[in-house]
């Protein structure tokens, strides 16, 4: 067990809401770190939003837990002790907010699942059919449910108080996450306070953060490479986490612990979504259709090895370069990592919502080929891939299940095109929002899909990759 003591008396600096898997082996992990490299009062007091139980078993140890990270060559414990007190959200939102309104708070960070936002993540502002949020509209001298109306709650606090404004982070895996963070506070603000929403605007910050950490759900296999600890968490050794340079006030030195704290995280961002997103929904939807479990049991089939790796290949001559970065390394350091096979991803865990991430990983990417002239071949297939388990089959007959808040249009399009590639691929077109419509309107792009879509459906999807489509 690796132990790195941070003080004894560490007092608290962060609120964090969302105490999942991914806090504790990410943000938790990186701020232990961090004062262990360059102190600081940053003890985290973390939120359960939803699951009292992980609250109260953090708590009857400290907040201390194992984070077991999965190295091929073995397993490696670190013992993580930067989380200081733990509250649970349900029944107990007015106290959570309070917190909020403490002066030695400085920093927000959050991660409550991309639904956890309630939001029209295009628009940048609250989705009003969202029922948390409809409620917290409407009844704001009420409890709040959404993430906005608790956030509104305690910066309404804190400005009562007279302090100074938060740093919020969303650390959640939502295209422009600040952005979309700072939206729905003040969408909701600007409905029930105006004044507050004025003061958030003039005084808080929504950083955008990129994050990466592979970090399936823990399992009994966790706990007992943990000896036992019920609160462990397990992870691949990898880890990254890229922060706009837009704090309201003091901040832990996260860069002492690795971080990067750029002018501008968007670069950083497309590079993930297209390289490490955009090949895991490939493999995932091919891995699926071909019987496969885990992604580790795809890497270690050579032909979809190759495959991934010519995905990977075409979707980073979409990307404008980094300063600095060197995009070869990292398609190798994601092959290495897709590979560990000690992580057992399931390609059905990521197979989840295609329709809400297809867009951001295989559509921006084709049309920023298209625009280069660049073939988006690549792109097509792998959206073909993805029509073809909409079918709800894999190569032996098996049924796989589509799990997609769109499930029902999804299989009602593909039954009513039938055999017909192309009415599927002008069917499933008009369902999958803004980009996806341009890239429909794109010359090529639905004769590439319906063709590459034929091909697997006459042939198989093991020779329509052999042939390096
Ligand atoms: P998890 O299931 O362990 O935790 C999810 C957390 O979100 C819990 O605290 C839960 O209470 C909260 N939550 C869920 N729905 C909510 C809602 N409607 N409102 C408020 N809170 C809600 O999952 P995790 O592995 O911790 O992943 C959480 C998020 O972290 C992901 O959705 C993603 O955005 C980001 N992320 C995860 C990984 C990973 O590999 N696990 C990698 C990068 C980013």
Redesign the pocket.
């Known amino acids: 067990m690796i132990r790195s003591p941070l003080p004894a008396g560490l007092k608290t600096g962060i609120l964090h809401?969302?105490?999942?898997?991914?806090?504790?082996?990410?943000q938790a992990d990186y701020t232990h770190d961090a004062i262990a490299a360059s102190g600081g009062d940053w003890g985290i007091e973390a939120v359960?939003?939803?699951?009292p139980a992980?609250a109260e078993v953090l708590a009857r140890q400290d907040g201390r837990f194992t984070l077991v990270e999965r190295a091929p060559e073995g397993p490696v414990s670190k013992e993580i002790t930067v989380i200081r007190h733990t509250h649970a959200?349900p029944g107990n939102a007015a106290a959570v907010a309070a917190r909020m309104a403490d002066p030695a708070i400085h920093v927000v960070t959050i991660?409550?699942?991309?639904?956890?936002y309630?939001a029209d993540v295009g628009a940048r502002r609250l989705n009003r059919a969202d029922p948390?949020v409809a409620h917290d509209l409407a009844a704001p001298e009420e409890a709040p449910r959404?993430?906005a109306g608790l956030l509104c709650l305690g910066l309404g606090l804190r400005r009562a108080a007279g302090l100074d404004g938060l740093t919020l982070m969303s650390?959640?895996?939502?295209p422009d996450n600040g952005h979309v963070l700072r939206g729905i506070v003040l969408d909701h603000a600007g409905h029930t306070d105006p004044a507050l929403s004025a003061w958030i605007a003039g005084h808080c910050t929504f950083p955008c953060s990129m994050?990466?950490?592979?970090?399936?759900?823990?399992t009994a296999e966790t706990l007992a490479l943990a000896g036992g600890d019920p609160a462990a968490v397990e992870?691949e050794p990898f880890r990254q986490w890229v922060i706009e340079d837009a704090f309201a006030g003091p901040h832990p030195d996260w860069a002492a612990a690795g971080a990067l704290i750029v002018a501008d995280v968007r670069p950083f961002e497309t590079m993930k979504l297209r390289l490490l997103n955009g090949a895991h929904s490939f493999l995932a939807y091919a891995g699926a259709l071909l019987g496969l479990e885990f992604v580790r049991d795809v890497m270690a089939d050579p032909l979809m090895a190759r495959a991934v790796r010519r995905h990977m290949d075409s979707a980073a001559a979409s990307l404008e370069p980094i300063p600095g970065f060197d995009p070869q390394a990292y398609i190798q350091a994601l092959l290495d990592r897709f590979a560990n096979p000690a992580i057992a991803?399931r390609c059905l865990q990521i197979a989840m919502d295609g329709s809400q991430k297809l867009p951001q990983r295989l559509f921006a990417p084709a049309l920023d080929l298209a625009a280069r002239d660049l073939p988006f071949d690549s792109c097509a297939t792998a959206t073909a891939v993805w029509l073809h388990f909409l079918a709800g089959r894999d190569a032996e007959g098996r049924t796989l299940p589509l799990v997609d808040p769109l499930a029902d249009r999804l299989i009602e399009v593909t039954r009513l095109a039938g055999d017909d590639a192309g009415a599927l691929v002008q069917g499933v077109g008009p369902l999958l929002g803004s980009v996806a419509e341009t890239l429909w309107a794109r010359p090529g792009w639905q004769a590439s899909l319906a063709r590459a879509l034929v091909a697997l459906r006459q042939d198989g999807l093991r020779p329509v990759l052999a042939r390096g489509a």
Do not use: Q, W, Y
């Open positions: 809401l969302g105490l999942g898997a991914f806090h504790r082996a990410h359960s939003m939803r699951d992980l959200l991660t409550v699942t991309e639904k956890g309630g948390a959404s993430l650390c959640d895996n939502l994050v990466d950490r592979i970090t399936p759900a823990t992870t991803h």
